[in-house]
């Protein structure tokens, strides 16, 4: 019998989690401030602007869990021809993806994420210009969101719909909210999460 010892990934997970939610914070702080300024010169309204980084951010965690669930089956494929430990397959095949991080395609995922923000309905830019003047965004918030698909657990984004019971342990109100207001009326970041518990809280607009 054979002694199963962990792997690279398990050993730096709470390092790598501690790094990826604190990135997580600072993408909100910055990156997201700075798309918002540079959206407003071409979107007059606010909850547009805000509607659009949402679902960015959103699309993002999606696009990015597909190419991570699709990398690691090849991966594991792979891996499976060949292992023999000491480590298990799965470790082993974490440990491979942290290494090898960079043979993500992110930008098929960012092309990914413009394509399903062109088809939204609830969303819309001036025909004079593209969701592009975003993919650098786009292109942070998959790289964070595939590195945390590596984490055991793994972390995701909130889902949220307009319209929602708004809960104070999910967001923050935006300083625009009406506070006495019990629903969301749409969405300015979204909540992450880990096994369904909020970590980070996300931010939503309130108004009756």
């Known amino acids: 019998l054979r002694s199963c ?3 690279r990934a398990r050993r730096t997970n709470a390092s790598r989690r501690t790094c990826l939610v604190a990135r997580f914070g600072d993408i909100y702080a910055q990156e ?3 798309v918002e300024t540079i959206l407003r010169t071409y979107i007059s309204d606010l909850e547009m602007v ?3 980084i949402y679902i960015a951010a959103v699309e993002s965690f ?3 869990k597909m190419a991570y669930r699709q990398f690691k089956i090849r991966v594991r494929e792979t891996l499976s021809l060949g292992h023999s430990g000491p480590e298990s397959l799965e470790d082993a ?3 491979y993806i942290l290494r090898h991080e960079d043979l993500y395609d992110v930008q098929a995922s960012v092309n990914e994420v413009i394509h399903s923000m062109n088809i939204n309905p609830k969303i819309s830019f001036p025909p004079e ?3 592009i003047v975003i993919s650098s965004l786009i292109r942070e918030l998959c790289r964070v969101a595939f590195s945390m698909q590596t984490l055991i657990p793994p972390l ?3 889902f949220g719909t307009d319209g929602e019971l708004f809960s104070e342990t999910k967001y923050h109100r935006s300083f625009d909210s009406d506070f006495t207001a019990a629903l969301v009326a749409y969405h300015v970041w979204p909540a992450l ?3 369904n518990v909020v970590i980070v809280k996300g931010e939503a607009v309130t108004k009756r």
Request: glycine residues 4%; without cysteine.
């Open 129 to 131: 210009i593209d969701f």
């Open 5 to 7: 010892s962990p792997g």
């Open 32 to 34: 997201r401030v700075d």
């Open 193 to 195: 999460m880990e096994n």
């Open 93 to 95: 095949v974490l440990d």
């Open 62 to 64: 999606h696009a990015a």
């Open 156 to 158: 995701d984004v909130a």
């Open 50 to 52: 805000q509607r659009i």
